[in-house]
């Protein structure tokens, strides 16, 4: 047997210690993920069970709401047990924030989408905060405020009166909660155009808001708190990227005939009150909330609120866990 000659066992060597230091690297980034999962679950818990003892002051009021306006309408019960969901654990809100944690959970961690996974965990923990989950619950609450034909006062925002002074369009009671996709989509029409729809029992609110058009409502549309301040912190990256699309395709439509369209979230509207300082905050992730865009559109969904997963990053040891 011939002796291997050095500057082999030197190159051997060389490339033994570098996939070691790659090893090495995907370990600790590894042991990361998984100290902000278990963080960001315990937050997730710790939120939930605030909300079960009423330690959440906007999950009370939207309980209280509810049952004043179905004394007051017995006709919108049906609408109001279905909004007053949010108050529980079992409430769109909470279940969404629920569901993209298993989503991370599920990946398979990579080098190249380990930054995109920590900056949805920290987005997850952020939504969990009491301060700004009690925030999100405004949207809700004033949908029910708004039905009881001012009986009830708007929460964390401006009223009615001040509201249809401001200007923008009226869509009616439930128009807090278009564009959300926590109750409902943007979908295309045979003409092309974008329209909202509602999910499930929730199109009871297309009765009270009628036909909302994409295009209308992103030059129109008035102040909520998830298209304001919340939709960073309570959108999943599926949602995003569809968001995303329907904004590119109706600048596309309205370049093609020479017109200016606006982003509806170029600008925030006005007509927050009394929102706590956290929601003024921006969220601080690894990377920017813009720059993940191509990877989750690349990615693979794994459920409603979407995943990570790229068919052409590097495979290593992650979350879940492979053969």
Same mark, same amino acid.
């Given at each position: ?72 309408k ?11 969901e ?5 409430g ?19 080098l190249?989408n ?28 004033n ?9 009830l ?79 960073s ?12 699309a329907?904004e !590119? =395709? *109706?600048?596309? +439509? ?6 200016? &369209?606006? %982003?509806?979230? @170029? ?10 300082r956290?929601?003024?905050?921006? !969220? =601080? *992730?690894?990377? +920017?909330?813009?720059k993940p865009?191509?990877? &989750?559109? %690349?990615?693979? @969904?794994?459920?409603?609120?979407g ?10 040891r ?5 053969k």
């Open positions: 047997m011939s002796m291997i000659k050095p500057w082999k066992l030197i190159s051997l060597l060389f490339i033994l210690q570098l996939l070691a230091g790659c090893e090495s690297k995907l370990e600790q980034t590894q042991m990361t993920i998984n100290q902000q999962v278990a963080s960001t679950a315990q937050s997730l818990t710790r939120l939930g069970s605030a909300i079960e003892t009423g330690a959440v002051r906007n999950a009370r009021l939207l309980s209280e709401y509810a049952q004043v306006l179905k004394q007051q017995p006709e919108l019960t049906r609408i109001a047990n279905l909004i007053a949010d108050a529980t654990r079992q769109p809100l909470y279940q969404n924030l629920a569901m993209r944690l298993n989503d991370v959970k599920a990946e398979t961690v990579t190249d380990a930054g995109l996974l920590l900056d949805e965990l920290t987005r997850i923990k952020e939504a969990s905060k009491h301060s700004l989950f009690n925030d999100a619950l405004t949207d809700p609450i949908v029910l405020a708004d039905m009881s034909d001012g009986q006062a708007r929460v964390g925002a401006i009223s009615q009166q001040a509201e249809q002074n401001g200007g923008g369009a009226d869509y009616g009671a439930g128009s807090q909660m278009v564009g959300n996709p926590n109750y409902g989509n943007w979908q295309s029409g045979s003409s092309g155009t974008s329209f909202w729809q509602w999910y499930g029992m929730y199109r009871m609110l297309g009765d009270l808001t009628g036909r909302v058009g994409y295009s209308n409502w992103s030059q129109n549309r008035r102040y909520s708190y998830y298209n304001d301040y919340g939709r912190r309570y959108t999943s990256p599926k949602q995003s990227v569809q968001q995303a329907v !590119t =395709k *109706t600048r596309k +439509s309205f370049q093609r005939k020479g017109q200016t &369209f606006s %982003s509806p979230y @170029a600008k925030k509207r006005s007509g927050a009150a009394g929102l706590s956290s929601s003024y905050t921006p !969220t =601080k *992730t690894v990377s +920017s909330y813009s865009k191509k990877s &989750f559109t %690349s990615s693979k @969904a794994t459920s409603n609120t995943s990570f997963r790229n068919s052409g990053s590097r495979t290593s992650g979350v879940r866990r492979g």
